[in-house]
């Protein structure tokens, strides 16, 4: 993921992370990024790189004092990593990928909003998240429903959460929907047959 903010002749910027973080602190993690790149190409195998502030410069225009206040926030929010190391002593740097991606999760989690011929269109991102065990059985209890919860996680499970050909987007309304089948249901079952009868109600609706 990280190669998306990557530079080589141009500056690749995330508009978004750049609102997060702040705009120059984002063109010096491009830039590093890209150089990273280069010296994984070259064998670096431990994800510590070396630059230097003239380098930097010369790729972003940051001068080193804005290179350095630019690290002090990366490094704030555990972007980057630095050290110095050799004769004459080198700044390396690393990058921790997880927290970069974190950071591009997060953004594409929240609203966004666009403008489109004087328009403004506003974007809900939802991510399917889902539900524990916990959570659906407290879900069942609050409405009294009789849904037997790990028969809801098994079948779901199964399914790689799929309803139909389409990804679910709220496991609250698939135990509504187990609900309404659950009342047609003959009564005295076991708990075995209500968990089969479960089952083959929900395969129809798939």
């Known amino acids: 993921m990280k190669h998306l903010l990557s530079s080589s002749a141009f500056l690749i910027v995330n508009k978004c992370l750049a609102k997060q973080i702040g705009l120059k602190e984002t063109v010096l993690l491009a830039d590093l990024i890209s150089k990273e790149e280069y010296f994984i190409a070259n064998g670096m195998t431990d994800g510590w790189f070396f630059n230097t502030e003239a380098n930097i410069e010369a790729d972003t225009t940051l001068t080193p004092f804005m290179q350095r206040k630019c690290l002090k926030s990366l490094k704030k929010y555990g972007i980057i990593e630095t050290k110095r190391k050799g004769i004459p002593a080198k700044q390396f740097f690393k990058i921790n990928e997880e927290v970069v991606i974190k950071f591009l999760n ?36 609050e ?17 790689g959460w799929m309803v139909g050909k389409n990804k679910m987007k709220d496991w609250k309304a698939a135990v509504r929907t187990w609900e309404k089948k659950n ?20 395969k129809k609706l798939l």
């Open 143 to 159: 409405r009294d429903n009789n849904i037997d919860a790990e028969a809801f996680i098994d079948f779901y499970e199964s399914k």
């Open 183 to 202: 009342y047609n249901k003959p009564k005295g079952m076991s708990k075995l047959d209500a968990q089969i009868n479960s089952w083959q109600e929900a």
């Open 106 to 141: 997060n953004l594409s989690l929240n609203k966004s909003t666009t403008i489109n011929k004087n328009k403004v269109i506003t974007i809900h991102n939802k991510y399917f998240n889902r539900p524990k065990l916990s959570e659906v059985k407290d879900y069942c209890l």
